[in-house]
């Protein structure tokens, strides 16, 4: 293939530029339908024969993309793919909380957003290597990569919290049985605690019953700082290109810092509260691409360009702590049989937000310093709306409505609220 990239291939230059952002967009799009509909299904279904099924559906819309060959068929398969995806990280992300204890939900979503920085950092030599071939040998690379997904067949089990909150015993035994054989424990005991937890989750339909006559105020509250978050997350990766010296280094760098910043989180969460650790990072943020705008002057190549784009890295390395810190908080928020569906509707806001980030770039070929004027003020409204939370640390994983019911916020003397 003569034409090494997308822009030159499809010609998505002058009055065509846009669609470049478009796709992004509409992957964005797909995202958020992702999140919102495959995991209510997890919930209803179960959070394996979703993830499954999603993986596949990822895997096949992948390999379609290689061989299209025209801009829309491209940006259909890109809305499939941001849905297929959004759902495989969700429905993932939820069985690892799920199974792990309520010391370790931290670890869990460090090690979440570890394999995600991970990816990130690798595109950037990556995408150097690969900067005078076809952009379909990049996308087979990433298949190369993914392929493994089609192991977890064998290896993947069901969410027993999920069992137990749906009364499968059958199921939840054959796991337990699995767990204890592994461990050198004695069934009979861990079977017994089985069937204690499941007498206090016999509401297996409470969701449905309870829908139309409620919606928690949790998931209405954490929509705006989800969407924020979002929109500065992408928005600071795909404006990286404009920072002074090599748009791949930029990359890098942007990709690089959010390492130490999963430590931060892991560090910061043990001893503050998630509320504190997500409004903080979110202030510092804010405040950080305020002076980068400041400092920045277009091909600029100074002391103060230099200062510019380092304090565009404390902003970045600053909201992807809160990105990930959200990531650790919401499945907290929520009982087993709304948790998938409340990780579904927060990551829908974001992508509300992500669909607005690939436009930062137009804004700042109009004005160069306005999406970071954008994104610190977002970040420092978000800090204050994050304070309207209910404080999970500490708290066991809600299983039922009723222990959600039951929950009260020392600001607030009620968790849902009546829609009338």
């Not at 952009?135 to 392929?147: A, D, G, L, N």
């Not at 079977?191 to 998931?219: D, F, I, S």
């Not at 204050?384 to 009260?408: F, N, S, V, Y």
């Amino acid at each position: 293939n003569q034409f090494p990239s997308l822009w030159f291939q499809w010609d998505l230059v002058c009055g065509r530029a846009g669609l470049s952002a478009l796709s992004q967009t509409i992957f964005m799009l797909g995202q958020g339908v992702g999140a919102f509909i495959c995991t209510s299904l997890a919930d209803k279904y179960g959070r394996r024969p979703i993830h499954l099924i999603t993986q596949g559906g990822l895997l096949v819309s992948c390999i379609a993309i290689v061989f299209i060959n025209n801009i829309g068929g491209f940006i259909v398969l890109r809305f499939i793919v941001g849905a297929m995806q959004q759902s495989v990280a969700l429905t993932g992300y939820a069985i690892l909380v799920e199974m792990l204890i309520t010391d370790l939900r931290p670890l869990a979503g460090c090690l979440n957003g570890l394999s995600w920085t991970i990816s990130l950092v690798a595109l950037a030599p990556l995408g150097y290597l690969l900067q005078h071939f076809s952009w379909r040998y990049f996308q087979v690379t990433i298949i190369v990569v993914m392929s493994y997904a089609v192991l977890m067949i064998c290896f993947m089990d069901e969410s027993l919290r999920w069992l137990v909150a749906n009364n499968k015993i059958q199921q939840a035994e054959d796991i337990i049985s699995k767990m204890c054989k592994a461990n050198k424990t004695e069934f009979s005991k861990s079977r017994l605690a089985l069937h204690q937890q499941m007498a206090k989750a016999k509401t297996k339909n409470e969701l449905e019953m309870v829908m139309g006559k409620w919606t928690p105020v949790n998931e209405l509250q954490l929509l705006k700082p989800k969407a924020i978050n979002s929109v500065t997350y992408y928005g600071l990766f795909l404006t990286s290109s404009n920072l002074s010296g090599n748009r791949f280094f930029n990359y890098f760098l942007n990709a690089v810092v959010e390492l130490p910043s999963l430590l931060f989180v892991f560090i910061a969460v043990k001893r503050l509260d998630r509320r504190s650790v997500c409004g903080i990072s979110m202030i510092i943020s804010g405040v950080a691409l305020i002076i980068s705008g400041v400092f920045y002057i277009p091909g600029d190549k100074s002391a103060g360009s230099t200062s510019s784009v380092v304090f565009s890295l404390i902003g970045k390395f600053a909201i992807t702590a809160s990105f990930h810190g959200l990531f650790i908080y919401t499945p907290e928020l929520f009982p087993t049989n709304m948790r998938n569906a409340g990780l579904g509707v927060g990551s829908s806001a974001a992508r509300i937000g992500g669909m607005v980030a690939p436009f930062s770039r137009l804004l700042s070929d109009v004005v160069i310093w306005g999406p970071r004027v954008v994104f610190s003020g977002g970040c420092l409204l978000a800090a204050i709306l994050i304070t309207l939370l209910p404080e999970t640390r500490g708290r066991p994983l809600l299983t039922t409505i009723e222990e959600m019911r039951a929950w009260k916020n020392i600001k607030s003397s009620t968790l849902e609220l009546s829609i009338k």
